[in-house]
């Protein structure tokens, strides 16, 4: 079992930066694919980014690609989101997720942990 804690939300103008974190509270990552998503208001939850267990295979929704980043360093047993050129439609709250399976899911009834979400507010 892992608890997942994120970390790093917050308010951007439009084009800027933010590095979101998750590190695991409780148990580690090691043995974990891990997904990030994120849910707008009135809007279902999307997949945006997700990496395999051993961090050699990464996915990404079309409509962040090129623009974000993720990476898993399981020796600091934290999740990584780096995002860039942000916008506004990517307002949402980002929450990171672990599945005990060898690779990643962009299906969130595959995962079995969630942290409790973090806000990132882009503004134009």
């Known amino acids: 079992q892992v608890q997942l804690a994120e970390s790093g939300g917050g308010l951007v103008q439009a084009g800027g930066s933010l590095r979101l974190s998750c590190a695991a509270s409780?148990?580690?990552?090691?043995?974990?694919?891990m997904g990030w998503f994120r849910q707008a208001p009135g809007k279902e939850r999307e997949f945006v980014a997700g990496i395999s267990r051993n961090g050699g295979y990464l996915n990404y929704a079309d409509s962040v690609k090129e623009r974000f980043t993720i990476s898993k360093d399981n020796a600091k047993n934290t999740l990584y989101l780096q995002m860039s050129s942000l916008k506004p439609e990517d307002t949402a709250v980002y929450s990171c997720a672990a599945r005990q399976f060898i690779l990643s899911s962009a299906s969130s009834h595959d995962y079995d942990y969630w942290g409790q979400g973090t806000q990132v507010t882009v503004s134009s």
């Open positions: 409780r148990g580690i990552l090691s043995p974990y694919a």
